[in-house]
T-cell receptor, first 117, second 115 residues
Framework: DTGVSQDPRHKITKRGQNVTFRCDPISEHNRLYWYRQTLGQGPEFLTYFQNEAQLEKSRLLSDRFSAERPKGSFSTLEIQRTEQGDSAMYLC???????????????FGQGTRLTVV | AQSVTQLGSHVSVSEGALVLLRCNYSSSVPPYLFWYVQYPNQGLQLLLKYTSAATLVKGINGFEAEFKKSETSFHLTKPSAHMSDAAEYFCAVSGAVFTGNQFYFGTGTSLTVIP
């Protein structure tokens, strides 16, 4: 396993268009997280899944954002009707869940950089 | 509730000098603390983590950090800076393993190494 992978690495879209990003976590990890990072800021938590269940969503996740993890493996993050304020790096991370191991560190992908023009 | 504060958004050191990046945390539960490094247009790479074992934690690339509960601090140090250390560094906190593990990041410290 080569780690968390994200696709695409870069996306430029026109305002109002829909975009979808994909994240493939480390295979044995049952937790998957999405973060957003804007320029000069630390990553901000958006949502996370344990297996296929979405357990928490940040208030940052407006109704234009939807995330899925249908089979408990890869996840998609869709942004509808993109706005310029959505321009950011979207980071995916995965980890083991509490109880499975004391080693619950998160491993991050390289991110998808979204630019809305 | 958990949060971290990184003092100093930009730090410059000379090559070979001591690196000190500051992080203070706030946590209502026993914290797990992490330092991540991010190179331009890259994801986050874990440098080291504190998970309630030894208070002095050694990480990769010669970095270490000390957990000081009395000071609610987890500062990152490296005795001798190298040009390749130039990057953005993020401190993060999460709840201990039995209370969930969303990660809360600081705003980052950009390290410049001067030749």
């Amino acid at each position: 396993d080569t780690g968390v992978s994200q696709d695409p690495r870069h996306k430029i879209t026109k305002r109002g268009q829909n975009v979808t990003f994909r994240c493939d976590p480390i295979s044995e990890h049952n937790r998957l997280y999405w973060y957003r990072q804007t320029l000069g800021q630390g990553p901000e938590f958006l949502t996370y899944f344990q297996n296929e269940a979405q357990l928490e969503k940040s208030r940052l996740l407006s109704d234009r954002f939807s995330a899925e993890r249908p089979k408990g493996s890869f996840s998609t993050l869709e942004i509808q009707r993109t706005e310029q304020g959505d321009s950011a790096m979207y980071l995916c991370a995965s980890s083991l869940a509490p109880g499975q191991s004391r080693n619950t560190e998160a491993f991050f992908g390289q991110g998808t950089r979204l630019t809305v023009v | 509730a958990q949060s971290v504060t990184q003092l100093g958004s930009h730090v410059s050191v000379s090559e070979g000098a001591l690196v000190l990046l500051r992080c203070n945390y706030s946590s209502s539960v026993p914290p797990y603390l992490f330092w991540y490094v991010q190179y331009p247009n890259q994801g986050l790479q874990l440098l080291l983590k504190y998970t309630s074992a030894a208070t002095l934690v050694k990480g990769i690339n010669g970095f270490e950090a000390e957990f000081k509960k009395s000071e609610t601090s987890f500062h990152l140090t490296k005795p001798s800076a190298h040009m390749s250390d130039a990057a953005e560094y993020f401190c993060a906190v999460s709840g201990a393993v039995f209370t969930g593990n969303q990660f809360y990041f600081g705003t980052g410290t950009s390290l410049t190494v001067i030749p």
